[in-house]
């Protein structure tokens, strides 16, 4: 059973009804502090809270955690441990920063040396990243690139409606938001070229996505069913999957993308848990047709999560566009099936490994998840505010992804992922 607080709870500290981090959230991140030290933390509101000072004062001493783990910079020795861990840790921060707890308001000796403003600290990368993999699972996406570069009557390749399509990505060039990101250069070769040639991208993609990170699956292969499955996982960012899609169409047949996805990947800082998330539950699409063989069978009921998205464009000194607003209870497979199919054949699941969603598109043109869909592959221009228009990202574009859940009650919310594009580096034969 998850641990949802209750929506009518509130925290002694300020939280203004549009922020995405009230106490119901209790997110997790890592932070460099204005004294240069590194290490885990959540945030309420604008105050992000130190959590190994908290460690050091005592405070988890009933949630059977093991000795430092939030003293470092990342949160792998946290995802390490066990869901009722990480439950009881999130319950004790609820509890201590609930109104009704007097007791922990007045200390003001810990709080002084654990809270700062969201405006003084940096954010660095949340996870030491294992291993990346890259799932390819709203049906809208892949049947838009299916029409676009196969067949219209057959967009969907065979597999696609038996499996979660999945391939390993390059988790040394995962950053966090906020990372400036360079036009790769790398080989294309259009339909009317006789032979390849070498240069910077022409068609930068952002690609709208979430992520989720797991805990530590079994250390013997065994697989991890899809009832079982949220059991390893601890929780999901934004992710903006950075793509050239030039190079990707010229290299992509027959092991799938490779230069043209590994140059830069963005994450948002704070990982959202499910428990957080549970109040946002939302039907799956149906799979009866075909029906997935019996590992991956799953209730559509509740399997996904309504999580609303959105995509800007932001031209340097030019005011910002949204381009995209999709939503993450599109996707045809869940989290819990792909999980299930990562592991099925033995594939060990370690702390920290990243798992994309695949570009996530709606049923429509406003809810695709990436330029290449938006702008129908550049034959259809879009218009920004400041007049100019964008077939794919130009270099100087800063690219922000927003993602939210909210309901009558509550608002859970992710923060933002953004980077921006910068021109290629010069490659020169020496």
């Given amino acids: 059973m998850a641990h949802v607080i209750d929506s009518k709870i509130e925290s002694f500290l300020k939280v203004s009804q549009q922020s995405d981090f009230p106490i119901q959230n209790i997110p997790f991140g890592v932070v460099k502090w204005i004294n240069g030290?590194?290490?885990?933390?959540?945030?309420?509101?604008?105050?992000?809270?130190?959590?190994?000072?908290l460690e050091e004062n005592g405070i988890f001493s009933d949630c059977n955690l093991k000795k430092n783990t939030f003293d470092g910079d990342s949160l792998n020795k946290f995802l390490s441990q066990t869901k009722q861990v990480w439950r009881s840790v999130r319950s004790t921060l609820s509890n201590i920063y609930d109104k009704k707890n007097i007791d922990f308001q007045y200390k003001t000796n810990i709080r002084s040396q654990c809270e700062s403003n969201f405006s003084d600290v940096k954010m660095i990368l949340p996870v030491s990243i294992g291993d990346y993999?890259?799932?390819y699972s709203s049906k809208e996406h892949a049947t838009n690139v299916g029409s676009m570069f196969r067949d219209p009557k057959n967009a969907l390749l065979a597999n696609w409606s038996h499996i979660p399509v999945g391939y390993h990505g390059r988790s040394s060039t995962i950053f966090v938001s906020g990372k400036q990101v360079n036009r790769p250069n790398g080989q294309k070769k259009s339909p009317n070229d006789e032979l390849p040639n070498f240069g910077p991208s022409k068609k930068i993609d952002f690609e709208l996505e979430m992520a989720f990170v797991t805990g530590n699956g079994p250390n013997n292969g065994d697989p991890i069913?899809?009832?079982?499955?949220?059991?390893?996982?601890?929780?999901?960012?934004?992710l903006n999957d950075w793509s050239a899609r030039d190079i990707q169409q010229w290299e992509y047949v027959p092991l799938g993308p490779f230069l043209s996805k590994n140059f830069a990947s963005c994450i948002s800082p704070w990982i959202i848990t499910l428990d957080a998330l549970e109040p946002f539950r939302s039907n799956r699409p149906s799979q009866d047709k075909p029906k997935p063989l019996p590992y991956l069978q799953q209730s559509p009921l509740n399997a996904n999560f309504n999580i609303k998205l959105e995509v800007g464009i932001k031209p340097q000194g030019s005011e910002e566009t949204i381009v995209s607003k999709s939503n993450f209870k599109h996707m045809y497979w869940s989290i819990n099936q792909q999980l299930a199919h990562h592991s099925i054949n033995g594939c060990i699941i370690r702390a920290g490994d990243l798992m994309g969603s695949g570009t996530i598109s709606g049923p429509n043109k406003g809810s695709y998840g990436s330029m290449l869909e938006i702008t129908w592959n550049g034959t259809e221009p879009i218009k920004l505010s400041n007049g100019t228009t964008r077939s794919f990202i130009e270099d100087n574009d800063l690219v922000i992804m927003r993602g939210y859940s909210e309901n009558k009650e509550l608002r859970i919310g992710f923060g933002e992922c953004e980077s921006k594009l910068l021109p290629s580096k010069t490659w020169k034969k020496k």
């Fill in 133 to 135: 993999t890259d799932f």
């Fill in 37 to 53: 030290e590194e290490s885990c933390a959540t945030r309420i509101g604008d105050v992000v809270i130190n959590l190994s000072i």
């Fill in 225 to 238: 069913s899809v009832e079982n499955s949220e059991d390893f996982i601890f929780g999901l960012t934004l």
